[in-house]
């Protein structure tokens, strides 16, 4: 069955070809690793699984790379502002090096505590130095390049079809920007190469290379086009990332490499994903990134309860974060825990074709551009069918997990939230002074995080709802 996708550079959902049949080439734009990843980046990769899995569940070879920015990341994405590593570095007291490792164990950790599939591998910037001034080279050989006085840039006039990704108005960015150019040729001139300050002023970076240009640090689009195509190749199949990254990044990564490879299209399908919100505006580290995975799980939420939230919104559709839309889906993604574990007790005889029908209708929901709400729903609708038996269901939900990755297989013990504890002994309490009212108030709140309490005979005994 064809997988559909909808396709960022001819914004349209198209029928997934690949360029080597039954195998499939992806990169991910992956994290810059200065501070911790919050959960608006971990949807991004709660995204890259589920698109991952369901090429996996139809039997594709994928081969899936992820970057690590480790240099050359700058505040603006404009070429202006500081190293994000840099200024971590210095506000830290330590190595960059060191920085960057220890924020990457830190996302891989997240990572496995969200049943992510690791990548093939995680190509890091710095230590690909070499690839990208060679590939700046090419792009001078073919006079795509110039020099100012703080680095090597990229002409896009040079290009002319600069920016279709973004579908960008060129001639109106031009016109009105021309007063911020600086030694830069045209607004959208990027930089390939950026020169130390010590090159020019004495102020020196941590992290700087020699170069045929001066001492510097490359610019973050040849990153990614320099890492991605030694893994994947000069033509690939898939790219994602965030969707903020269409006007510059992306976009600035497509001209770099269809001027120096000379494939066009270099990559066949973009795939992009809609963000995570707060009160309606994107959770940003800028902004403090409102919640790390830690801090939820210090609050009680299993990482798999934040997964299935991410599921249950499709990617190219914002999903606005609230603790009391996480808690909905704890509750929902538990119950389903229990259910699948209760249902795999007693072994039935299983009808092939029962089994076989169900897979094929979800087979054809997730195969229509990833659609994990969809599948989710019918994975529900599939435990609720009573025309099918318990080893039916146990069996499919299994098989459906493959594509969700919530760990539906593996029994854990559903762990009881430190504040349903304190809640239950406030409770004890007010039934000890026969405060009956205040006792069923708290049970209500109880329940409202998911929890029931039942009193017995031995006392007081607190469960899943
Ligand atoms: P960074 O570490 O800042 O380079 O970001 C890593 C990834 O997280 C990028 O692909 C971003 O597009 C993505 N990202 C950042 N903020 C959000 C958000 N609020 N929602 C979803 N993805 C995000
Ligand atoms: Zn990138």
Known sequence: MPIKLYNTLNRKEEIFVPLKKGQVGIYSCGPTVYWYQHIGNLRTYVSNDLIKRVFLYNKYKVKHITNITDVGHLTSDADTGEDKMERAA???????????????????????????????????????????????????????????????????????????????????????????????????????????????????????????????????????????????????????GGQEHIPVHHTNEIAQSEAAFGKVPWVRYWIHFAWLLSGGKKVSKSEGGLYTLSELKEKGFNPLSFKYMCLTTHYKKPLNFSLEILQTSQNSYERLKNITSEIKKNRQKTNKKNIENAKKQFLEIINDDFNSPKGLSFLWEILRDERLNNTEKYELAIDFDEVFGLNLENEEKIEIPKEVKKLAKERKEARKKKNWREADEIRNRIKKLGFNINDTEKGSEIKKL
């Open 90 to 240: 210095k506000k830290e007291g330590k190595k960059a090096e060191d920085v960057a490792n220890y924020y990457f164990s830190v996302f891989k950790k997240d990572l496995e505590n969200l049943n992510i599939i690791f990548p093939n591998a995680w190509p890091k910037a710095t230590e690909h130095i070499k690839e990208m001034i060679e590939l700046i080279k090419i792009l001078e050989k073919k006079g795509f390049t110039y020099k100012t006085s703080d680095g090597i840039y990229f002409d896009t006039s040079k290009l002319k079809d600069y920016g279709k990704l973004a579908r960008l108005d060129i001639e109106k960015l031009q016109a009105g920007k021309r007063i911020d150019l600086g030694e830069k040729k045209n607004t959208t001139d990027f930089a390939l190469w950026k020169f130390s300050p010590s090159a020019n002023s004495g102020g020196r970076r941590q992290q700087e290379w020699d170069s045929p240009w001066g001492i510097g640090f490359p610019g973050w689009h040849i990153e990614c086009s320099v890492m991605s195509s030694k893994y994947l190749g000069k033509q690939f199949d898939i790219h994602t």
